[in-house]
């Protein structure tokens, strides 16, 4: 991992994200929504116009515009000479949540506002909702002619683009990957609706408040957009050219519960841990921090602090946090931004803490849970990230501090 | 509706279309092609506008006269009387 590029609500880089995160800055706050009135959302406020065009820019997606920032973003971070890469062995490969439902959404209002005339539904309806499209944005602003597509993988998506890049790599495919996730989730009013229809829409009168995973008051999902793009190319090729090293992808997994469409299950939960742990030739132990998926809604944090108590028992040196107190939930730019935020971990050797637990709740105690101040764990070398998304897709995304 | 108010209808419509693009010095008689960065895409756009904001329907076979200010102002004119 060369480079880094992202937007969230509480930052537009790594730097202001990291403080952030450290100093438990909230970025969510109350918005108004379709229909709806006021909800808790959090909302990115990077430079739309920083590397493309207004009338690009209105012709393409929030999902294209978050990522072609977050890509150019990552590139400069990255230090690689970009005029000089070969374009075609570079691929953009960006897990989504969803993708679409924003332009239908405001088409479908759009027309209902005209009498329901259908000759004004958009002729840039398919090339935005196509399912490739923010990742096809990212290709022809920077003009890469490598392959590109998303991955649809609900809220493991920020882990899915990653493992997705990192296949492509090994199997020589591509030079250099262009990987995360994206979300443009809260600019649609269906989602908040379908969690509210599901008891699992976040509400606080403060709205810094509302997302407040693991806690005993805990009522339901923040939701939020954002991205987080990475370079990412093979070992012999960064350190060929001296680059900055953020770390080395060492250990992944993904799997399926093949339980329940919205119902997590932790048993396969930690399977899928287990899984990224042995591929990394590492054990349990050797893990220092785990960043959960946590999302603040009731049965989906039990379950997971089952599995993590379960997976990491006897771990005595692994610690846990989770960052979506700070940001909401940015659906499939989780995983990525997540893992993010504890990269510089390797360098300060301190864990970021969850924030907004005021009364823990028993059923997701975990052992060296760091929530509400930060904790200097001293040495950070190993990082295991969670990103766990709906109709059972879990994802663990394993980072090796590089040391020469 | 004057020629001058079509005009203005056009103008701002490609404003919002193509923000980037100053419209402040066009020709009239130039092909808006040849002065603005736009596509048969942003044509389109301008179609749907017409009929969005003023009720305003330009069939497929004439969209080739949009081609110019002038000629925006000839054929759209009847249209708004």
């Known amino acids: ?404 | 509706m004057t020629g001058s108010n079509v005009r203005q209808i056009v103008i701002d419509i490609i404003s919002d279309i193509a923000p980037d693009e100053d419209v402040t010095s066009l020709d009239d008689n130039k092909s808006l092609r040849e002065q603005l960065d736009l596509d048969s895409m942003d044509f389109l756009d301008i179609v749907m506008e017409l009929r969005k904001r003023h009720k305003v329907e330009v069939p497929q076979e004439d969209y080739p006269k949009l081609a110019t200010l002038q000629s925006c102002v000839s054929y759209l004119s009847p249209k708004f009387a």
């Open chain 1, 1 to 404: 991992m060369t480079g880094i590029g992202l937007t969230a609500p509480n930052g537009n880089n790594l730097h202001e994200f990291r403080s952030a995160l450290l100093e438990c800055r909230s970025g969510v706050k109350h918005s108004e929504i379709r229909y709806m009135g006021t909800q808790v959302a959090g909302l990115c406020d990077f430079d739309e116009f920083k590397y493309q065009s207004k009338k690009l820019r209105r012709r393409g997606t929030r999902a294209g515009s978050i990522s072609i920032y977050c890509a150019n973003e990552a590139i400069a971070d990255s230090g690689l000479n970009w005029e000089s890469v070969d374009k075609s062995m570079v691929g953009v490969y960006l897990g989504i949540t969803e993708h679409g439902n924003v332009e239908t959404e405001n088409e479908i209002f759009d027309m209902h506002q005209n009498n329901l005339d259908w000759k004004l539904w958009s002729p840039h309806h398919n090339p935005r909702t196509v399912a490739n499209s923010p990742a096809g944005e990212v290709t022809l602003n920077l003009n890469i002619t490598g392959p590109h597509y998303t991955l649809g993988s609900a809220c493991a998506g920020g882990n899915v683009g990653i493992i997705q890049g990192v296949q492509q790599l090994l199997l020589d495919e591509v030079d250099i990957a262009l990987v995360g996730g994206v979300s443009e989730s809260p600019q649609t009013f269906g989602i908040f609706a379908a969690f509210a229809a599901q008891g699992a829409l976040a509400h606080h009168q403060a709205a810094e408040l509302a997302s407040r995973p693991l806690d005993k008051n805990r009522n339901g999902i923040a939701i939020s957009e954002g991205g987080c793009i990475y370079v990412l190319e093979r070992l012999s090729s960064a350190k060929a050219r001296g680059a900055k090293i953020y770390g080395e992808i060492v250990g992944w997994a993904i799997n399926s519960d093949a339980t329940d469409f919205v119902n997590p299950n932790p048993e396969r939960q930690v399977q899928c841990m287990h899984k990224a742990i042995k591929r990394a030739g590492l054990t349990i132990h050797d893990i220092d921090i785990v960043n959960m998926h946590a999302t603040g809604t009731g049965a989906g944090d039990v379950s997971e602090s089952k599995a993590v108590r379960d997976a990491f028992h006897g771990a005595t040196n692994t610690f846990v946090n989770f960052t979506k107190g700070h940001i909401g939930h940015c659906m499939g730019a989780a995983g990525s931004l997540e893992l993010a935020g504890n990269l510089p971990s390797f360098d300060d050797g301190v864990v970021h803490p969850g924030m907004n637990v005021t009364e823990l709740d028993p059923e997701c105690a975990i052992p060296n849970l760091v929530y509400n101040k930060p904790h200097r764990a001293g040495k950070v070398n190993t990082i295991l990230n969670n990103s766990f998304g709906m109709l059972g897709i879990n994802s663990a995304l394993i980072v090796k501090k590089y040391i020469s």
